[in-house]
């Protein structure tokens, strides 16, 4: 099992920065893929952004890319959401997932967390 908690939602204005954490804990957390997915009210749950265990492959949103970063850090065991130009379309309840492949971690991951809100003030 792989346990993820994510912290570091809030309440910002548009054109502002927040940084998202998700700590991992379980067993060989630091082989797995983990990845960022957001729900906003009355919408489907979408793909955010994903990073492969090394970090060597990252992957993006179209509604996202040049703002939003993901890293991790395994000796730490956590991976991170850096978000600047906040729009308030960006408002939803972040969600830090976990699977063995990046290629299972965009679509259909296996280990979710328990979320984090985000909210963007026009």
């Known amino acids: 099992q792989v346990q993820l908690v994510e912290s570091g939602g809030g309440l910002v204005q548009a054109g502002g920065s927040l940084r998202l954490s998700c700590a991992a804990s379980?067993?060989?957390?630091?082989?797995?893929?983990m990845g960022w997915f957001r729900q906003a009210p009355g919408k489907e749950r979408e793909f955010v952004a994903a990073?492969?265990?090394?970090?060597?492959?990252?992957y993006y949103a179209d509604s996202v890319k040049g703002r939003f970063t993901i890293s991790r850090d395994n000796a730490k065991k956590e991976v991170y959401l850096q978000m600047n130009s906040l729009k308030p379309e960006d408002t939803a309840v972040y969600y830090c997932?976990?699977?063995?492949?990046?290629?299972?971690?965009?679509?259909?991951?296996?280990?979710w967390g328990q979320g984090t809100q985000v909210t963007v003030s026009s």
């Open positions: 990073i492969s265990w090394s970090a060597l492959r990252t």
């Open positions: 997932a976990a699977d063995n492949a990046i290629g299972v971690v965009t679509t259909r991951p296996s280990y």
């Open positions: 379980g067993r060989t957390v630091v082989n797995n893929a």
